[in-house]
């Protein structure tokens, strides 16, 4: 089985601030690799798919990259309604088995 | 646009089985995945498995021996069956749909959730 790491596991930032996510897998997942956006109370929210690809309607300031094993989620200026739990999640392909990271908490400072 | 709503039993006993529904309005269920997320009070996510609409599934391996996932097409739904629940089955149940595209560029598969019910929370208790 494919395991998933995030660090941090939480970061206070302030707004405006620069915030990077690294997500590492056990083995080589190509760029299957998602991003989403889960805050408290809701049912997460698709941001980032195949690694860099912006999902319809996120706003330009999230992005992705990365591929192979080592993966990274940036907001490149936190804004209050980021609060939020980042989850990368990856998938097996064909057919695809699929796993969560264990999430990044953000806060603002 | 589409919507998904999760309907089930809030409070499950436990040894016996959790039964949810996902319906899928504002599209049809036909030609894409469909699948089962849950999340313990407190933790991360976790994947329980999916279908597609003609019915082949593929489930979490941690799962997999008390996991059913079917579909009914002529309603627009599809449901979760977990046997044998303890109270580490707690958790909110999501379902979700796997949207799956084709890169033809690199040859390959892609899969994401792009559309996610709310949510509903189950608990198992005597």
């Known amino acids: 089985d494919i395991q998933m790491t995030q660090s941090p596991s939480s970061l206070s930032a302030s707004v405006g601030d620069r915030v990077t996510i690294t997500c590492q897998a056990s083995?080589?997942?190509?760029?299957?690799l998602n991003w989403y956006q889960q805050k408290p109370g809701k049912a997460p929210k698709l941001l980032i798919y195949d690694a860099s690809n912006l999902e319809t309607g996120v706003p330009s300031r999230f992005s992705g990259s990365g591929s192979g094993t080592d993966f990274t989620f940036t907001i490149s200026s936190l804004q209050p309604e980021d609060i939020a739990t980042y989850y990368c999640q990856q998938y097996d392909n064909l057919p695809p088995l699929i796993t969560f990271g264990p999430g990044t908490k953000v806060d603002i400072k | 646009q589409v919507q998904l709503q999760e309907s089930g039993p809030g409070l499950v006993k436990p040894s016996e089985t959790l039964s949810l529904t996902c319906t899928v309005s504002g599209g049809s269920i036909s030609s894409y995945y469909w699948s089962w997320i849950r999340q313990p009070p407190g933790k991360g996510l976790e994947w329980i498995g999916y279908i597609y609409y003609s019915g082949s599934t593929n489930y979490n391996p941690s799962l997999k021996s008390r996991v059913t996932i079917s579909v009914d097409t002529s309603k627009n739904q599809f449901s979760l069956k977990l046997s044998s629940v303890t109270a580490a089955d707690t958790a909110v149940y999501y379902c979700?749909?796997?949207?799956?595209?084709?890169?033809?560029?690199?040859?390959?598969?892609?899969?994401?959730?792009?559309?996610w019910g709310k949510g509903t929370t189950v608990t198992v208790s005597s």
């Open positions: 083995q080589d997942i190509s760029n299957y």
């Open positions: 979700a749909r796997l949207y799956s595209g084709y890169d033809s560029l690199n040859y390959y598969y892609y899969y994401y959730m792009d559309v």
